[in-house]
Structures are given as structure tokens and as C-alpha cells.
């Protein structure tokens, strides 16, 4: 949370080494390395890509059900290129899987993979039917009002904001999503200032993003 990401795949490390058969301190060590890999240079960020990736893969052996190891496991197989690991075709495995333990996050997998091939229409399809396979997890609807955010259908964009913040009222994911997806559209810039003000005083868990994050969204706005 602090940003400390060397430290903290050194933590990691020694809480694997203490208990190889953890699949959650692996995907924590995984988390880690990634991070390292995303703030590393060139030079480095393969090293700790593919470290990132041989932890969430043994992640999800060690335990088939595991469903976060299996989502960052799918994020990395689709952003990250094949000389590293990665790979449309073993994300569309993994998201077959993903669907067989939670339908709402197989739907949003494979909007993601439905998106990355220009199928708008069917990647819609996927996060409105996510939406109703777990109509309280606000993720869900805070994936859909980004993604119709993205294509220009603002309005019905801020409906869907407004549908997440009525379920989880002064949720900080909402806030911080809300936030950046108006940086990155380019407008209501001053309400999303309010919002990563906000959101920078909220509790947050290593589940949130950090709060340099934020900061630097708010740098991104002018602030």
C-alpha cells in the first residue's frame, strides 16, 4: 500500500519459503513482482514479469479455486506479450474456467476478451449479463459504467455510477473509478478532484488502488 514494492516481494518471498503450498502468498508475491515490473525499467521489467506470472500460475495449482490468483492470472495472460508468457488463447482457457467458478467474473472475462477483439456489442453484452449474475457486487457495475464511459455514451455512463454508489454508498473504489474514468474522458475534471480528495482520506485495504495512485491522478487533473 505503501508503494514499497521491493519490500515487499522480499516479504513475500520469505512467506513462501515458510509455506510453499500457500496459494495466497503466492498470489501475493505475484501482485508484488508485477508491480515491480510496472514500476521497473526496461531492463528489469521482464525479469520480474514473468516472476510475476510463474507465481500466479502456481498459484492457481495450488488451488484450482482460487478465483483472484485466476483473474490477475488472466489479466497478465492478456496484456502481457508471448516471449513473456502471455497470450489471448490461454486467457480464453483461463476465462472458461473463471465462468465455471463465478459466472459474473467469467462474464467479465470474456468482455475483456470480446473488447480486445472489437466486439463492442458482445463485450456489452457480457458486463450487463455480469451485472445480473451478482447484481450487489458493485465491481460490476462499476466495470460496466467505464466501459460505456469509454465509448461515449456518458449518460448512461452516470447511471451506472449512480447505481454503484446506491450500493455501496461512499464505496472508495466507486470514488476512485468515478474519478479516473473522468480524467480519462476529458471532463467533469473539478468533481474528480472532489472524488480523489475524497477517496485519499478513505480506509483503504491492498485491495484498493494506493493512494500515489490517486495522487498522481490528481496531478493527471491539475492538482
Not at 480523489?196 to 487533473?221: G, H, I, N, V
Request: no cysteine; aromatic share 8%; proline share 5%.
Amino acid at each position: 500500500m505503501l508503494g514499497e514494492f521491493k519490500k515487499a516481494s522480499e516479504v513475500f518471498e520469505k512467506a513462501v519459503n515458510l509455506n510453499p503450498s500457500s496459494s495466497e502468498s503466492r498470489l501475493w508475491l505475484g501482485r508484488a513482482y508485477g508491480r515491480r515490473a510496472e514500476t521497473s525499467s526496461p531492463f528489469f521489467a521482464p525479469r520480474y514479469a514473468s516472476k510475476a506470472r510463474q507465481q500466479f500460475e502456481a498459484a492457481v495449482q495450488l488451488d484450482p479455486h482460487n478465483i483472484l490468483a485466476m483473474n490477475d492470472l488472466f489479466e497478465y495472460y492478456m496484456e502481457a506479450p508471448g516471449f513473456l508468457g502471455g497470450g489471448k488463447d490461454k486467457a480464453q482457457a483461463l476465462a472458461q474456467r473463471i465462468a465455471r467458478l463465478d459466472p459474473a467474473e467469467g462474464h467479465y472475462a470474456q468482455a475483456r476478451l470480446d473488447e480486445d477483439r472489437k466486439q463492442y456489442g458482445a463485450a456489452e453484452e457480457q458486463l450487463r449479463r455480469a451485472v445480473e449474475a451478482a447484481p450487489s457486487q458493485v465491481g460490476r457495475v462499476l466495470d460496466l459504467a467505464r466501459f460505456l464511459a469509454k465509448h461515449g455514451r456518458h449518460q448512461e455512463s452516470e447511471a451506472a455510477f449512480q447505481r454503484a454508489a446506491e450500493i455501496a454508498p461512499n464505496n472508495p473504489k466507486v470514488l476512485f473509478e468515478r474519478a479516473a474514468t473522468y480524467i480519462e474522458t476529458k471532463r467533469n475534471i473539478d468533481e474528480a478532484k472532489v472524488l480523489l480528495k475524497k477517496y485519499l482520506q478513505s480506509s483503504l485495504t491492498p485491495d484498493d488502488p494506493s493512494r500515489e495512485e490517486a495522487r498522481k491522478l490528481l496531478r493527471e487533473a491539475g492538482s
